[in-house]
């Protein structure tokens, strides 16, 4: 797959088709979102909210979460807001996500069998790896508890509007979850 995509990529740039996503750093809406790695959403999430390359920071995880306070996407959340003039964000989890029913219970057998010793996964438990991997479970109240750690971010300021929504992940229908 790497290979084709390296090929494509030779033809990308010598036939000269990035020059309509030419743009600077700046998040020209002002703009960030936190949503799902689905690849459901890889096109359809920019598409359904008419945003182009140039207009939103778009910030990726399983599930769209923020699990701890000092986890990768409040950190990028943080970049966008103080280094690229954001100062409005929108949370957006999808219908049918796949980190909503995921469980450490059912990582575990897979990690064991690729591999991963008992004794290092004995380890990982000590440090809370059941509540890491842990899924969010109801899609609404997740969007909740994450636009709350973004809002009560002793780090994140005051006049940042931050709103929840959910998307569909067929037809792109975003629905406000409001708290
Ligand atoms: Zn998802």
């Known amino acids: ?3 084709s995509i390296l090929h494509h ?6 036939r000269k088709a990035y020059e309509p996503f030419v743009t600077d750093k700046f998040p020209e809406k002002k ?3 936190l949503t799902c ?3 459901r959403l890889t096109v359809l999430l920019q598409e359904a909210l008419g945003l182009k ?7 990726k995880n399983a599930g769209g979460v923020i699990p701890t306070e000092t986890d990768s996407a409040i950190r990028s959340l943080l970049v966008a807001i103080y280094e690229l003039g954001v100062n409005e964000v929108m949370v957006v989890h999808h219908s049918t996500c796949g980190a909503c029913h995921m469980s450490y219970k059912e990582f575990k057998p897979h990690m064991l069998e690729r591999g991963i010793p008992e004794s290092t996964l004995a380890e990982w438990e000590e440090k809370g790896i059941a509540d890491w991997l ?3 479970h109801d899609t609404e109240a997740s969007v909740r508890k994450t636009v709350a750690a973004i809002v009560n971010h002793p780090l994140v300021p005051k006049d940042v509007n931050v709103r929840g929504f959910i998307i569909d992940s067929v037809t792109g229908e975003l629905t406000e ?3």
Do not use: P, Q, Y
Request: a negative charge; proline letters at 0%.
């Open 1 to 3: 797959m790497i290979k």
């Open 9 to 14: 990529n030779r033809t990308f740039v010598s």
């Open 31 to 33: 703009l960030a979102i």
């Open 37 to 39: 790695m689905d690849t």
């Open 53 to 59: 390359n140039g207009d939103a920071k778009i910030i």
């Open 134 to 136: 842990e899924g969010f």
């Open 177 to 179: 979850v409001f708290e």
